[in-house]
């Protein structure tokens, strides 16, 4: 049985940082699985943030490029986000994901990849 559980959210000033971790049961971040952290605001649909296969291969969406940086530790099975110079547009549900062991990384972006999501962690970035 997989299971992801997030931490590090919380509230921060914009300009400020954060660092978002996904633990992970029962799941091993294999060269051809992928993980992706994604982030919902209420009344919003589901949006992909960042993506990483195996620990090597990583993209991040266009709105956080050069601000967030995704990145795994296969040794200890755990996901990260780096957020720094955080805006009021980040607040979100954001939410740690993992694929089969195959991935489709011309479908990273489709939340119908993923079949493991956690219980997501609050971040809320005030002005």
Do not use: H
């Not at 195996?54 to 099975?77: E, H, L, P, Q, Y």
Request: contains cysteine; hydrophobic residues 35%; neutral net charge.
């Amino acid at each position: 049985q997989v299971q992801l559980v997030e931490s590090g959210g919380g509230s921060v000033q914009a300009g400020g940082s954060l660092t978002l971790s996904c633990a992970t049961s029962g799941y091993t971040t294999a060269d051809s699985a992928c993980m992706a952290w994604f982030r919902q605001a209420p009344g919003k649909e589901r949006e992909g943030v960042a993506y990483i296969r195996g620990s090597s291969m990583t993209t991040v969406a266009d709105f956080v490029k050069g601000r967030f940086t995704i990145s795994a530790d296969n040794v200890k099975n755990t996901l990260y986000l780096q957020m720094n110079n955080l805006a009021v547009e980040d607040t979100a549900m954001y939410y740690c994901a993992a694929t089969g062991d195959m991935c489709r990384w011309n479908r990273i972006s489709r939340v119908s990849e993923y079949d493991y999501w956690g219980q997501g962690t609050q971040v809320t970035v005030s002005s």
